[in-house]
Structures are given as structure tokens and as C-alpha cells.
């Protein structure tokens, strides 16, 4: 028998690259870290498992992972063996046709939600249409921690998004990320100045309590700055970690179930 779930969960700022051997075995051995805390949901950013695209699709295809298939077996195998929920970003692949997706594992090792991003901003207009797709649908699932969606970076800027979880009303929104500046640095003034305050007031809109989880990348991968956020409700910062590098924030979710 499964022992009881602790309500406590952590954002995982992860170094990502392009090597998803590299990725997987790195965000394995955080969730152990993340067991060994006493952790009950582990939360991975935007591409986390494969990197984000190249927009050259001989290498994407080759990068991202079939649902299921191997790797998210192996997870799968980590969140049952761990006792621990494991939410993830990844390039997903389905035939031909390429996905930005977030999975929900659960403690027994099975997949309960998968989303597909629906604003297309997570890659450029040049790319075949019929092989860089979208969603089209959110759902949210109950869990012992109270009723989980996902939306994907850009999706939480998304009127269409937007009003598909307002009228799904989960309790908590994960909003895995990977996020870089123009300039490709990592400006801590900038996010303290003015990204972060957008964020805040767009969650405060969506009217849910989220997980902000961004991705941390070398100059070489991309630059995205890292760092997450706990944002209530009505856009009060309750957790964060500082941008710049990678990071583990651990944040207590109040004790109930839905």
C-alpha cells in the first residue's frame, strides 16, 4: 500500500540542454533529491525532457518522445518507486507531427493528464504547419492535492486558453516555462523591474493559484534565465527562487484534498 502523499511540492528550475539522455538523468536524480525532501509533486519546466526545438525537423524529430514510450515509462517507473506525483515538459512526438506536451504522473506510475500547447507562439510561422501542431482542448484532473491543469508559457496569455480554464476552475495551474531574454543574459533587474510584475497581474487575471516553472539554459542552448514562482490567486508572490541559475523551490500546499 501507498504511503500518504505530502502536500509539499517543488518547482524545479532545470538546466536543459540539448541532450535528452543528459535531461532525463538530471531530472531523475532531482526527483530524488525531491523524495528524500519529503516532496509529494514534482513540477519540470517547458521541454524540459528534450530541449525545445530547433525548428530543423530532421533533428526535432529525432529529439522528441513518443507518449508513452520508453522514457515516460522510465519516469513513470521514478514517480511510482518514489511515491511522488512528477509533472514534465517535453517535445512530443505522434507519427510525424510534433507537440509541445506536459504530463501528469502519478504516484502508481500512470499518465492522468496530458496537454498539448495551444498557442502556437512556441515556434515561428516558417515551419510546416502540418508538422508543428497545436493543441485544441484543456482538462484538469483531481489529485490528492486539489484539481491540476496545465498551460504551456504562452498559453497563459491566451484569451482562448484563458477562458477554457476559468470554465475547468482546477484548483492549481502549472505553467511550465522556457523563457529567455532578447539579449539572450540574465537580467535580474529586468525580471524584478518588469517581467515579473506582468506575470503576477496575469495570473491575478486568470484568477488561479500557479506554479510558474522556467527552464535554465547556457549562453550556448539558448539563455533562458530560470527561476519560478508561486502566485496566488489573486497575484500575491508566495514562493520564488532567484533567476540567473538553476534552482529547487520548495513551497507547503495547504493541507486538503478534492
Not at 496537454?115 to 484543456?138: A, C
Not at 511550465?176 to 537580467?187: A, G, K, L, S
Not at 525580471?191 to 491575478?204: F, I, P, R, S
Request: proline share 4%; glycine share 8%.
Amino acid at each position: 500500500m501507498k504511503g500518504k502523499l505530502q502536500p509539499k511540492v517543488a518547482l524545479v528550475s532545470l538546466l536543459v540542454s540539448s541532450d535528452r539522455k543528459q535531461n532525463f538523468s538530471r531530472s531523475m536524480q532531482i526527483v530524488e533529491r525531491c523524495h528524500n525532501e519529503g516532496c509529494g509533486l514534482v513540477i519540470f519546466p517547458e521541454c524540459a525532457l528534450t530541449g525545445l526545438p530547433t525548428e530543423q525537423y530532421e533533428s526535432d524529430i529525432k529529439l522528441a518522445v513518443e507518449i508513452p514510450g520508453e522514457m515516460t515509462t522510465a519516469i513513470g517507473a521514478f514517480a511510482e518507486s518514489h511515491n511522488l506525483y512528477i509533472a514534465i515538459g517535453l517535445l512530443e512526438k505522434e507519427y510525424e507531427r510534433l507537440y509541445d506536451t506536459a504530463i501528469l504522473f502519478n504516484n502508481r506510475g500512470k499518465i492522468i493528464l496530458k496537454y498539448r500547447r495551444i498557442n502556437p507562439q512556441w515556434h515561428s510561422r516558417g515551419v510546416p504547419k502540418d508538422l508543428y501542431m497545436e493543441g485544441s482542448t484543456f482538462t484538469a484532473v483531481s489529485t490528492p492535492f486539489g484539481k491540476i491543469g496545465f498551460a504551456i508559457c504562452g498559453d497563459m496569455w491566451d484569451k482562448q486558453v484563458i477562458s477554457m480554464i476559468q470554465k475547468a476552475k482546477p484548483c492549481y495551474l502549472i505553467i511550465p516555462m522556457d523563457r529567455c531574454f532578447e539579449n539572450q543574459t540574465y537580467d535580474q533587474d529586468r525580471w524584478e523591474k518588469e517581467e515579473k510584475l506582468a506575470y503576477t497581474q496575469q495570473v491575478a487575471k486568470i484568477g488561479i493559484t500557479s506554479f510558474l516553472v522556467n527552464s535554465f539554459e547556457t549562453m550556448e542552448e539558448g539563455a533562458s534565465f530560470g527561476g519560478s514562482l508561486v502566485v496566488s490567486a489573486d497575484g500575491e508572490i508566495l514562493r520564488q527562487s532567484r533567476i540567473g541559475k538553476p534552482s529547487i523551490l520548495f513551497y507547503e500546499l495547504p493541507n486538503k484534498s478534492q
